[in-house]
């Protein structure tokens, strides 16, 4: 496996990389870098070539800035039986609200929080079908952004404080479909669901749970070394 200089580009010849002091010396501008930093960086650039056939879009900026983005998945027949369960609790309420007002105007006021998880749950059909997630990624921060019709959605935090990124079940008590129904609405086959996510000492933080598994392994692994590689 060649090193390229990071200067200059050139390969690296083998009689200038010190395994024992992890130091290694381009012989042609001369630079002197680290042979770890520079085996990781050929490792993400053949890595971001093995995801093949896949939606989730990448760019890398300056100063080893990367940008993962998964698309919006539109409108699916799995949103439809979540439709139908928003337009059917709508008529029920709207026919329980006019029964109360009947009687006493103060009664039907009780059928408020009905009402306001009726409309939670269609933002949530909207903004599942139209959300975009984007994550970006530097030496210092990592910023994950939900931009949906609706409560769009911004996370940050310093890539010091994430403790590890992988797999995590969802605990609905914790965020139980009124507190997040984007992310309760995607539980379409039941509780205990894993999704990708930033662990740190204080949050859990979910992204790219539309993604396939395939996807989902894949962008764990790259936000993995892209944190090894502002650690070394």
Excluded: H
Aim: hydrophobic share 45%.
């Amino acid at each position: 496996m060649d090193l390229n200089c990071k200067d200059c580009k050139n390969k690296i010849e083998p009689f200038n990389i010190n395994v024992t002091t992890d130091l290694a010396k381009c012989g042609i501008c001369g630079s002197i870098q680290r042979a770890s930093e520079l085996l990781l960086d050929l490792e993400i650039e053949e890595e971001l070539k093995t995801l093949k056939g896949s939606e989730i879009l990448i760019s890398q900026g300056v100063s080893d800035k990367f940008e993962f983005s998964y698309p919006k998945k539109g409108f699916s027949v799995y949103q439809i039986p979540k439709l139908l369960f928003a337009l059917f609790w709508f008529a029920f309420i709207a026919f329980w609200t006019w029964g109360a007002s009947q009687g006493s105007i103060f009664f039907a006021l009780f059928s408020i929080p009905f009402w306001l998880a009726g409309f939670s749950m269609l933002i949530g059909i909207i903004n599942d079908a139209n959300e975009i997630q984007i994550i970006r990624i530097d030496r210092f921060r990592l910023e994950i952004k939900k931009i949906r019709p609706v409560f769009s959605k911004t996370y940050e935090t310093n890539l010091e404080d994430i403790q590890s990124v992988k797999m995590q079940k969802v605990d609905m008590n914790k965020v139980s479909i009124f507190k997040d129904f984007n992310l309760g609405s995607k539980m379409q086959y039941g509780f205990g669901m894993e999704f990708p996510a930033i662990i740190t000492g204080s949050k859990t933080e979910y992204f790219f749970e539309d993604a396939n598994d395939a996807e989902q392994e894949w962008i764990i692994k790259m936000v993995g070394s892209l944190m090894q590689k502002t650690r070394l």
